[in-house]
């Protein structure tokens, strides 16, 4: 066992455990919590990968580790969006439930 | 050589017990500073895989802005949690996603434990072609220059982001100020920290977004920092959030992306390609890219934390 | 002298990773908000405080110490500037139940 393998497959379980977290919880905003473990997980895989290319000095291949920030901004921004929606979604409904046969509440006027 | 893989080991429990325990905690404010300290092991775990730009970038954004973007909103929706609880799903269908999670996950370490031996690598291109850059970084090589046309779709992606959260104002709000207007005590502690850090923090920034030519480092971390200094002094109620109508706010969201096309495009008379810098040319090329989209990068990340625009514009 | 130095290295990271074990065990232990962020400051200021005073024999002079010593700074002013919003927080949902 060695480090990338290691951590490997620790983003393995990662992607595991954010699948679970996914389906299970019912909230929107750990929704997308247990998506970015997810992401996480698929970012931390690819390092791993990368971190196996080490060669002529460089502790790693570069280019992964390039588009593992590009990556990381990308997460970040999708997350924002996302925030951003079912904050909206509460000011019009009152409430920020998935459920399809939640009563349908009136906005407040 | 046992005793880092001892540190592996032990680090790569902590990152998943945080993991398991921002899943399966009740309260979600709870989980989402579980999600920060998570950040922070996992800019450790890169750390450990020799990827130390990745490291900050992770700390920076992955951790610190995501989180303080979460925990804004669960702090906002606080009153939505006694409701969601009654949702949670029965025992079968936790069954079955346990299951399916268990099965993902299997399917992807038989993949980690076959991936080829040599692994395939760039690192040699890189470093033959470094030279010509004039960059020291090859992170900071590979953006700019070898896979320049990544960055730049990144930036304008960040930039759509931006546009969506935006078009999420109700119609009155439109062109309006982003979040509420912030009432802090002005003598209080949060203010004090908001006058005292911005100066500091502001050199930190630029002196990590200058040594990211030649040492980890970058626009991304600085324009972090630069961002959480921008978002302390906006919180602490010392300054508001500009409205989203103002022209110069606009002009500078549009200047990074649009130097970088400008540029690249350029690139296809003086050097054959687009996005191919001429011949010797090439660091002050990337050192005016990197300028240009320092400022929409601090504008975009701070005002994606911010949110959509809630007040009514003033006239 | 070399070894002098070494000496003094592990000598003060161990007494520093002791306060933020100590820390973490208030953290865990202490009845209430108060009292934890008693336990966590100490942590950070004496802990870190100590872990930087034994890195900087092994640190290139001069920019590394102070990037050393300006982190320790840093962390110094967050965690005062924090210990006292999260106090006051909790002091406000105490007297506003």
């Known amino acids: ?109 | 050589m046992t005793l880092a893989l001892a540190v592996d080991i032990s680090l790569t429990l902590l990152v998943l017990a945080v993991a398991g325990w921002i899943i399966a905690v009740r309260d979600t404010f709870a989980a989402m500073i579980g999600f920060v300290a998570y950040g922070l092991l996992l800019a450790l775990v890169w750390v450990r895989l020799a990827a130390p730009d990745v490291a900050l970038t992770e700390a920076a954004i992955g951790g610190g802005l995501t989180g303080a973007l979460l925990i804004g909103a669960a702090a906002r929706l606080r009153g939505t949690e006694a409701a969601a609880r009654a949702e949670y799903p029965g025992a079968l269908t936790r069954t079955l996603a346990a299951v399916l999670a268990v099965t993902v996950a299997a399917a992807l370490a038989i993949g980690v434990l076959a991936l080829p031996d040599p692994t395939p690598t760039l690192a040699p291109a890189a470093a033959a072609n470094l030279a010509t850059t004039g960059v020291g970084n090859p992170v900071t090589a590979v953006l700019l220059a070898f896979r320049a046309m990544d960055t730049l779709l990144e930036a304008i992606v960040v930039l759509l982001a931006l546009l969506g959260v935006w078009s999420l104002a109700p119609d009155r709000a439109w062109g309006g100020c982003p979040g509420p207007r912030r009432l802090v005590d002005p003598d209080g502690v949060l203010a004090w920290l908001a006058r005292l850090l911005p100066p500091i923090g502001i050199v930190v920034g630029l002196y990590i977004f200058w040594i990211g030519a030649d040492l980890p480092g970058g626009k991304f971390q600085g324009a972090t920092i630069l961002a959480a200094m921008w978002l302390l002094v906006i919180w602490a109620g010392l300054a508001d959030t500009p409205p989203i109508s103002r022209t110069w706010l606009r002009v500078l969201l549009v200047a990074g992306p649009l130097v970088f096309i400008v540029i690249g495009f350029a690139g296809s008379i003086t050097a054959g390609a687009v996005l191919a810098y001429p011949e010797g040319h090439a660091k002050p090329l990337i050192v005016a890219i990197e300028i240009a989209l320092m400022p929409t990068l601090v504008l975009t990340l701070a005002l994606l934390v911010a949110g959509a625009p809630q007040r009514i514009p003033p006239q | 002298m070399s070894l002098v130095l070494d000496i003094f290295t592990i000598v003060a990271v161990s007494a520093g990773a002791f306060f933020f074990l100590a820390g973490t065990v208030g953290l865990l232990r202490f009845p209430d908000t108060l009292t934890r962020l008693h336990a966590l400051t100490k942590a950070d200021n004496l802990g870190l405080g100590l872990v930087v005073m034994g890195l900087l024999p092994q640190a290139e002079w001069p920019f590394d110490s102070i990037k050393l010593i300006a982190i320790w700074l840093f962390a110094l002013l967050a965690g005062a500037t924090v210990g006292q919003l999260m106090a006051r927080a909790a002091r406000r949902e105490q007297t506003t139940p």
Do not use: H, W
Request: glycine share 12%; charged share 10%.
């Open chain 1, 1 to 109: 066992m060695n480090t990338p393998t290691l951590f490997g497959l620790c983003a393995v379980a990662l992607v595991g455990v954010g699948l679970y977290g996914l389906i299970v919880n019912p909230q929107p905003l750990r929704k997308i919590l247990a998506f970015n473990l997810i992401g996480s997980g698929v970012f931390l895989l690819f390092g791993a990968i990368a971190r196996r290319g080490a060669a002529v000095g460089m502790g790693g291949d570069p280019v992964p580790q390039a588009l593992l920030i590009t990556g990381i901004v990308v997460a970040f921004s999708a997350t924002a969006l996302a925030v951003a929606l079912v904050l909206r979604l509460f000011d019009e409904a009152g409430s920020v439930t998935l459920a399809p046969d939640a009563p349908a509440e009136p906005p407040d006027a």
